[in-house]
């Protein structure tokens, strides 16, 4: 029982004990295929997320390794694939090419300091306690942002695709025009081929291996090949073209083996840099940490496991940490490539592992056949995945679901587009923070009355009900703060007015959990005029805690009528009865 | 009767004719009296306050008379009285000394711009109907801003009752041995004088008339002239004293009349003076704004009349706007005074139309006399005025009430000391939306079971109550948002855990009387989740809007489980029944 007790605890700390314990032959051979599809798939996403986010490709690759290992010992999800993601991409490229960050030059520097910032953010997030911080940004918010996140990457691959660079056009019409007729045919040629490739692999191919019955879990294999195999055909088609003399975008050298374990980065993040760069990798934490639960619930819930949010930011965090000491850019949870992982049959984060495994070994032994993969069949490749996570639909079911939430999934979206990614997602947290409190401040309240035969009391606007004179019950649905309490007095004050022969009020405090010092002094403001216009304030139904709260201080001594158990007793006391 | 609709819509506007209508000699009478009473202390108030703001003495004056006459018009309150007050001066004078507002120079006009911005920024809230702002400014982050500052406000203070400037030691202790060494004896009788006169007049002069059986609108009368009275002795002896070669500080010249309306203001706005000034105004605009509300409330609940905050903020921002266009400084309700004017006995704002004409006599007329009023008497009457503001004990009340209201009252008091005003105040707003959305994410939930030959359902921690094998009965006692919905699941899961058995769960939703977007969702993974696992999700008691919200979604037709109209049906259909 004690061994018992000892293992429970050392699991909370490090969650893969938790199915190591019971790992059988069966979960292996489940895990060692899934995890060589995900790596599969793991070098072109890593060497085309780096370039994505302006850095050289080996940072995408390093961020392949060590962080996933990282992940698999301390994260709660059993598929979640960590490594480098195309929104993490898109926002590292914001910061870098923000001119402050922009002038302090060497970005491979500035992208680990990122990664090493964004991880301690998210353990001191773990420490904290602030796993719940999750809830501050609602879904509409995170769907439009990833909505305009993702148009962003499309603005910025769709260039390559014709052998161009990032236009500088701003509104010019003209100026585009002479823009898009610099492009390369060949490279068009080539971006077409891929996409083909791509499509292939992804759709025509399974639904014709499924018509021929073969096994799904094969299919699944060879659909998810697609990526690797477009990069290879198209490499080995732009290493014949370069020979001829053309001229094809390509990724360059990517240096063999590993970076020494630098810590050099951590002098550096207390610098100019690291101060510089603080805010975004805020920005970073969070959306990190936000997509990544996300999607490691989806996956548990398909299968009954448990995410800790918690844990979930010890486990990202560390896995920020571990990029940042091996050279990568920061990491987070990938849609796609958990999907992939999980429905190639992984059982549990051994199939991570291994692709972690196979990475180390392309990083050594396969980068000399990395140089001249074409950025043009990343920039398809990136495409293909990326289209998919712009939902402009959703905005209008959201619209149609809850205004509210529309408009805050299209402000987000176009905030991110209009003002940049930060600005965006800031915008978005504020528009739901207010709607919430500006929801919060209208609480439900009911003047009621009692159902004939009973010792119920509902809504006298919804149920026939005897009322009384002089006494007026007034139901209130939600604690009493400082965001609903105004409204609530206007409330009173209004009933007051509509029934000015009122003696008695009494509040009814079913629902009532809490009372803060603002809502405290307003009541005690309201006992007071009350008592000046003749009338008394009373009080039923009200919690235990509620009333020891209220005892700490004069209000109920002070209080000009009297704090009854149930309602029925207080209309016994105060009803004058045969009038309705 | 359509003339009575025309002038109560007109009454809505101009809420002057509500008491125009039944306007009384006997209201004139006691209007008067208070009229006189508030200008006898608007006189040394406005002149004080301009100074402590670090203006000219004519800025207070000319904001005494314009303004509150434009709020007599527009105001709901009938006795709040408008002017210059201290807390919006030290907001000004924060303003004026930031060093990128001092280095465009010509603090009058700043001081001028602060007035016209803080006036629009109200209209323009007034038409966003955004009065409910006051709600983001809980009771204890108000105490403790005011608190704080006017502990600054004292700090400005103290060396002036010394005939000292503001000392510039930081926390040289020595430094500040040879600064109190340099203080003026004079000043320092003088200012004993002043206080002692001032005591006289508000403790001693009352208690006595009071044993002697002076009515007491005497009473009132007599304590309130101590300002003035004060301020009249000290001009003489400071007089006499500068005739005999003394050095002491006094305002010095006054300009007699009022300066031309002024539309330059407007221009400057719109320069770099007026954006450099906005975010003073804003937060000027703001406590100016929830201050005069908890004022003018204070006094109409003791008469029962309604304040409309809405209203509020169209009379003090053309108040404002009046002050700018007058010369004037920003006004807003002044405490003291209001509640001098209320117990001098005025019924409505004719007290201060009256007020307001004598300040234009005075500044007309008496602007020689102001010349030599000591500076030091000036700082007397503010600190005896903004002493009783500082509630330090209050920070203690509020903490053993409530713990985080305690910490909010106080991190906002040491933010306004160590940071500055307008840090302190968006440190204490912040910590009380980041409080209130900690508490809205976790609501009360309940696992209910029934109360034995009812068909009430109850709390099985509280109640002794029947349940049934492979049903679970959940009550959740709020909305479903984005800010709980993380919180409820966690709930749900821990639960099934705990009973493994469960084939049904039941969510009873009397209290929901909203699910968001990000709930719907998370309730539509969960339903896929239990489905997943061979288990039933059913409603009960939703009340008609949300589901008529439910059915523009595809959540009803997935659901596993039905929808019941009373939990009670719920458990015929799906309890085992004989196992308890």
């Known amino acids: 029982m004690m061994m018992f007790d000892n293992t429970y605890s050392l699991s909370r700390f490090l969650p893969i004990i938790d199915w190591l314990k019971t790992y059988q032959?069966?979960?292996?051979?489940?895990?060692?295929?899934?995890?060589?599809?995900?790596?599969?798939?793991?070098?072109?996403?890593?060497?085309?997320?780096?370039?994505?986010?302006?850095?050289?490709?080996?940072?995408?690759?390093?961020?392949?390794?060590?962080?996933?290992?990282?992940?698999?010992?301390?994260?709660?999800?059993?598929?979640?694939?960590?490594?480098?993601?195309?929104?993490?991409?898109?926002?590292?490229?914001?910061?870098?090419?923000?001119?402050?960050?922009?002038?302090?030059?060497?970005?491979?520097?500035?992208?680990?300091?990122?990664?090493?910032?964004?991880?301690?953010?998210?353990?001191?997030?773990?420490?904290?306690?602030?796993?719940?911080?999750?809830?501050?940004?609602?879904?509409?918010?995170?769907?439009?942002?990833?909505?305009?996140?993702?148009?962003?990457?499309?603005?910025?691959?769709?260039?390559?695709?014709?052998?161009?660079?990032?236009?500088?056009?701003?509104?010019?019409?003209?100026?585009?025009?002479?823009?898009?007729?610099?492009?390369?045919?060949?490279?068009?040629?080539?971006?077409?081929?891929?996409?083909?490739?791509?499509?292939?692999?992804?759709?025509?191919?399974?639904?014709?291996?499924?018509?021929?019955?073969?096994?799904?879990?094969?299919?699944?294999?060879?659909?998810?090949?697609?990526?690797?195999?477009?990069?290879?055909?198209?490499?080995?088609?732009?290493?014949?073209?370069?020979?001829?003399?053309?001229?094809?975008?390509?990724?360059?050298?990517?240096?063999?083996?590993?970076?020494?374990?630098?810590?050099?980065?951590?002098?550096?993040?207390?610098?100019?840099?690291?101060?510089?760069?603080?805010?975004?990798?805020?920005?970073?934490?969070?959306?990190?940490?936000?997509?990544?639960?996300?999607?490691?619930?989806?996956?548990?819930?398909?299968?009954?496991?448990?995410?800790?949010?918690?844990?979930?930011?010890?486990?990202?965090?560390?896995?920020?940490?571990?990029?940042?000491?091996?050279?990568?850019?920061?990491?987070?949870?990938?849609?796609?490539?958990?999907?992939?992982?999980?429905?190639?049959?992984a059982r549990t984060q051994m199939a991570m592992l291994i692709a972690a495994v196979l990475l180390a070994v392309a990083v050594m032994f396969c980068s000399p056949w990395f140089t001249n993969i074409p950025k043009a069949a990343l920039a398809v490749i990136i495409l293909v995945a990326i289209t998919p996570l712009v939902k402009l639909k959703t905005i209008l079911h959201t619209w149609a679901y809850d205004r509210g939430d529309g408009i805050a999934e299209a402000v987000t979206l176009l905030g991110v587009l209009v003002l940049g990614i930060e600005e965006g997602i800031m915008l978005g947290i504020m528009l739901t923070i207010a709607s919430h409190l500006r929801k919060a401040s209208q609480p439900h309240i009911a003047v009621v009355g009692r159902v004939p035969d009973t010792e119920h009391y509902r809504n006298i606007k919804r149920h026939h009900v005897e009322t009384w004179h002089h006494l007026l019950l007034i139901r209130i649905d939600e604690s009493l703060t400082f965001a609903n309490i105004n409204y609530i007095e206007e409330f009173l004050v209004t009933e007051l007015k509509r029934q000015p022969d009122t003696k008695h009020i009494v509040l009814i405090f079913t629902s009532v959990s809490d009372i803060d010092t603002t809502a405290l002094d307003a009541l005690e403001s309201l006992n007071q005029a009350l008592q000046a216009a003749g009338k008394t304030l009373n009080i039923s139904e009200a919690k235990g805690p509620v009333l020891d709260k209220l005892h700490k201080t004069d209000f109920l001594r002070q209080l000009t009528g009297q704090v009854f158990f149930r309602t029925e007793d207080a209309v016994k006391q105060l009803g004058v009865t045969g009038i309705q």
Chains 1, 2 share one sequence.
């Open 25 to 345: 032959r069966q979960d292996f051979a489940d895990d060692l295929f899934a995890g060589i599809i995900t790596a599969i798939l793991l070098v072109p996403q890593g060497i085309a997320y780096s370039i994505l986010a302006g850095l050289p490709p080996q940072l995408g690759l390093y961020a392949s390794i060590l962080p996933p290992i990282m992940y698999a010992l301390l994260g709660t999800s059993r598929t979640l694939s960590v490594g480098p993601v195309s929104i993490a991409a898109i926002m590292i490229a914001s910061a870098l090419t923000a001119p402050a960050v922009a002038a302090l030059g060497n970005p491979v520097q500035s992208a680990i300091v990122l990664s090493l910032e964004s991880g301690i953010i998210m353990l001191l997030m773990a420490v904290l306690r602030m796993g719940g911080l999750v809830n501050f940004i609602s879904h509409p918010v995170l769907t439009g942002f990833t909505s305009g996140a993702a148009l962003l990457i499309i603005g910025s691959q769709l260039p390559q695709t014709l052998g161009l660079k990032t236009p500088s056009c701003g509104i010019d019409i003209a100026c585009y025009t002479t823009y898009l007729q610099g492009f390369n045919s060949t490279t068009l040629l080539l971006s077409i081929g891929a996409l083909a490739l791509l499509l292939l692999f992804s759709q025509l191919l399974p639904t014709l291996l499924k018509k021929m019955g073969v096994k799904p879990v094969i299919i699944t294999a060879v659909s998810k090949c697609g990526p690797l195999l477009t990069v290879v055909l198209t490499t080995i088609v732009v290493s014949l073209l370069l020979n001829e003399g053309q001229s094809i975008a390509v990724v360059g050298v990517v240096p063999a083996g590993f970076p020494e374990l630098s810590m050099n980065v951590m002098t550096d993040s207390l610098g100019q840099r690291g101060k510089l760069l603080l805010p975004y990798a805020a920005f970073i934490a969070l959306i990190a940490y936000v997509e990544s639960v996300a999607i490691a619930k989806v996956t548990a819930n398909l299968r009954s496991e448990k995410i800790i949010p918690n844990q979930e930011l010890i486990g990202l965090g560390v896995a920020n940490i571990a990029a940042a000491l091996s050279g990568g850019m920061p990491v987070a949870g990938g849609f796609s490539r958990t999907m992939v992982n999980f429905s190639a049959g």
